[in-house]
């Protein structure tokens, strides 16, 4: 997440503060398995978030930050 550019991360920490509330807000990551625990969330309207949900651990782990 470092390389993200400065613009991108006060919507980062918007995204970030949302999946401590909802973590299941955003899409599975596959069609196929539309309660899959990978999942994706846009933020800013050109960020990507990738992100693990580990539901019984409560913990939310991403995976891929990306800013197109």
């Known amino acids: 997440m470092a390389a993200l550019p400065p613009e991108a991360l006060p919507y980062l920490a918007e995204a970030l503060a949302l999946l401590e509330i909802s973590p ?3 899409r599975s990551s596959s069609p196929d398995n539309p309660g899959g625990n990978l999942r994706t969330l846009t933020f800013g309207g050109r960020g990507l978030l990738t992100y693990l949900v580990l539901e019984e651990q409560r913990e ?4 891929r930050a990306q800013w197109l």
């Open 24 to 26: 299941w807000t955003g």
């Open 60 to 63: 939310v782990y991403v995976v």
